[in-house]
């Protein structure tokens, strides 16, 4: 908890197995190249980004992420569907 609280990232062993790893990986993989994964702009282009900024985008360096839940549709993303990828393994 110290950890977490300091903004660091905390490892603990054995939390999943190697196969729940694998299939999660895998999952991740298959949804990232059918296009369900979208970039995260807001990590360094939000509301207070200048406008040089913005201007110098570049998607392909950001991070995407598969959102549970999309704020500007007000609707479930593609983490939580239950047709998309290994549902089970996100499920766990």
Known sequence: ??????GGIAV???FMSPSEVSRLRADASTLYY???FTVDAL???GKTASAK???SFDATKDRAVLPA???SQK???PFLSTTLGDVDARQK
């Not at 908890?1 to 300091?6: A, F």
């Open 43 to 45: 990590a360094g282009y």
């Open 53 to 55: 900024d913005k201007a």
């Open 1 to 6: 908890i110290n950890t977490i609280d300091r």
């Open 69 to 71: 839940y999309i704020p």
């Open 34 to 36: 059918d296009g369900q």
């Open 12 to 14: 603990i062993k054995d």
């Open 75 to 77: 609707k479930a993303g």
